[in-house]
Antibody, heavy 125, light 107 residues
Framework: EVQLVESGGGLVQPGGSLRLSCAASGFTFSNYAMTWVRQAPGKGLEWVSSISGSGGSTYDADSVKGRFTISRDNSKNTLYLQMNSLRAEDTAVYYC??????????????????WGKGTTVTVSS | EIVMTQSPATLSVSPGERATLSCRASQSVSSNLAWFQQKPGQAPRLLIYGASTRATGIPARFSGSGSGTEFTLTISSLQSEDFAVYYCQQYNNWPLTFGRGTKVEIK
């Protein structure tokens, strides 16, 4: 069974840093792109960052570019999100999600087929 | 950035009735569109990808249609467990973008 378990959320002051982790199991982690999506309290879903299976390609939303860094350790089956210079507007539940496998032509589609339960990040003084 | 517009914001439907949800893209996304269901306190769940392909384990009462800029999610006969918020997402271009959601509530 595919499982994604996020951790690392918590309360942090504005300007602070936090690193989120997502432990994956039940699939060959290195074969799949992965994505972080967040949801502010009472709001909709917002894409944050995505990373290819090898980790060689990353994509970031403009709202986090230069502050957040997505990475992965395929030997540990773990996805990360390093969040620096945190702002109040970064307060949200952060979900880790798996993307589907590449097509036969090697093309990746970045929709999210399995989601973790999320970890809550609160940025407040 | 491609803007995804969902309508209506809230849909009131009686159990057993049909629900039709719309999603419009500000430019063509081909068939690279997914639908998700989210219940309170839970993570989203993939329903549809490729505009019309049901994800594994999704009941046949859920169907998706459309291409280009106009898409529809239809729930043929609403069950009690279907009352939730539904989001569309385009994955044709970066950045990935979601609609604001349609809340399906009990009439």
């Amino acid at each position: 069974e595919v499982q994604l378990v996020e951790s690392g959320g918590g309360l942090v002051q504005p300007g602070g840093s936090l690193r989120l982790s997502c432990a994956a199991s039940g699939f060959t982690f290195s074969n799949y792109a992965m994505t972080w999506v967040r949801q502010a309290p009472g709001k909709g879903l917002e894409w944050v960052s995505s990373i290819s299976g090898s980790g060689g390609s990353t994509y970031d939303a403009d709202s986090v570019k230069g502050r957040f860094t997505i990475s992965r350790d395929n030997s540990k089956n773990t996805l990360y999100l390093q969040m620096n210079s945190l702002r109040a507007e970064d307060t949200a539940v952060y979900y880790c999600a798996k993307n589907p496998p590449a097509t036969r032509a090697g093309y990746y589609y970045y929709y999210m087929d399995v989601w973790g339960k999320g970890t809550t990040v609160t940025v407040s003084s | 950035e491609i803007v995804m517009t969902q309508s209506p914001a809230t849909l009131s439907v009686s159990p057993g009735e049909r629900a039709t949800l719309s999603c419009r893209a500000s430019q063509s996304v081909s068939s690279n569109l997914a639908w998700f269901q989210q219940k309170p306190g839970q993570a989203p769940r993939l329903l549809i990808y490729g505009a019309s392909t049901r994800a594994t384990g999704i009941p046949a009462r859920f169907s998706g249609s459309g291409s280009g800029t106009e898409f529809t999610l239809t729930i043929s006969s609403l069950q009690s467990e279907d009352f939730a918020v539904y989001y569309c997402q385009q994955y044709n271009n970066w950045p990935l973008t979601f609609g604001r959601g349609t809340k399906v509530e009990i009439k």
